[in-house]
Structures are given as C-alpha cells and as structure tokens.
C-alpha cells in the first residue's frame, strides 16, 4: 500500500500528460498532488519519512522552476536529484553512526552480519546513482513522450527488479544467520 502512495503522484503525472500532451500542465498538477500525499500520509501516520520529505521539496522546487520557466528540463532532472542525493545519504551511512541506512530501516525485522548490511547498503547507493545517471540518459536520448513512460514504468520496473535482486542477497544471507543461530544453539 505505501509503495501504490508514493507512486500516486508520478501515476497521476502520467495520465494528465497522457491525456493533455503538456508536461506543464501535468508538472503543475504534480505539486499539489504530491503535497496532498503528504498531507494524506502526515494525517494517517504523524510523521514524513525523510525521503518523502526531500522529495516532497524537489518537486516544489523543480516542478515549480518547470512550470515558472515553461522548461521541462528542470522535472526531468527531479528524479535524478532524487536518487544521487539518496545516494549520496546512503554512502554517508557507511561512514557515520554504527548503522547504515539499510540496516536502520530493515535491521528490526531481519537479522543479518555486518559485511552483508554493508553490502546492501553500497548495492543502494550503486542503485541510486545509476538510476540518476540512466534517468539522464533518457531524458536526453529520447523523446519527452518516453521519458514520461520511463518516468513512471522504466524507473519502477528497474526498481522492483533490484528489489527482488534484493531479496534474493538477503535470503542467502538470513539463512546464513538461521544456520548460525541454530548452531549456537546445538552448542
């Protein structure tokens, strides 16, 4: 359900760029949208996770430098300042407190040895970067019509794809630490 929430905005993107052909109109329709999924998701939780938030503001600021300036490169470079300044934060975990992002946010559901949250974490940050850097690509390589198309379809079917590559890692590794706990326990 949190995953349909957040690609709400970009869905509704799509279908008023679908129907109108201006990704103005569909960038301007975008910003409140996205402030009404925050409001829907302050309103139902009481808290914004940071994520939401700096995206929150990426699109008011770049959605609305779009729609100022009527240039559409500004949303088009939205989703790859997005995922480097994910990046970005993810590679910082490595080097600040004792966890990383990933283990922050998984580690009270699944157990699993340092070296393999570490991985996980830079796996994200490989992710992150590339997905800015192939956001950019298209962007620039093809039309508006199929980046809007991979804006929503591209970046989410590449996501679920690592996310499933995700969960096959984390599966070697969980039995890893099943084997090891059961070990302890023989002993």
Avoid: C
Wanted: no cysteine; hydrophobic share 55%.
């Amino acid at each position: 359900m949190k995953l349909l929430l957040d690609f709400l905005p970009i869905v509704i993107f799509f279908i008023v760029y679908k129907t109108t052909d201006d990704i103005i109109l569909a960038t301007a329709i975008l910003i409140p949208a996205t402030l009404l999924q925050m409001l829907y998701t302050w309103i139902k939780t009481h808290t914004i996770e940071k994520m939401q938030l700096v995206t929150l503001v990426l699109v008011v600021l770049l959605g609305g430098a779009t729609v100022l300036f009527q240039d559409k490169t500004f949303i088009q470079w939205k989703p790859t300042v997005v995922n480097w300044l994910f990046g970005i934060a993810f590679l910082g975990s490595q080097f600040i407190g004792e966890k990383t992002i990933v283990e922050r946010i998984m580690g009270s559901n699944i157990s699993l040895p340092k070296p393999a949250w570490k991985t996980l974490n830079l796996a994200w940050v490989v992710f992150f970067l590339l997905m800015g850097v192939i956001n950019l690509f298209v962007a620039y390589s093809f039309s508006e019509e199929v980046w809007v198309n991979f804006k929503l379809f591209g970046m989410l079917g590449l996501t679920l794809i690592f996310i499933i590559a995700q969960g096959i890692y984390l599966s070697r590794h969980i039995q890893e630490t099943d084997n090891n706990d059961q070990k302890n326990e023989e002993a």
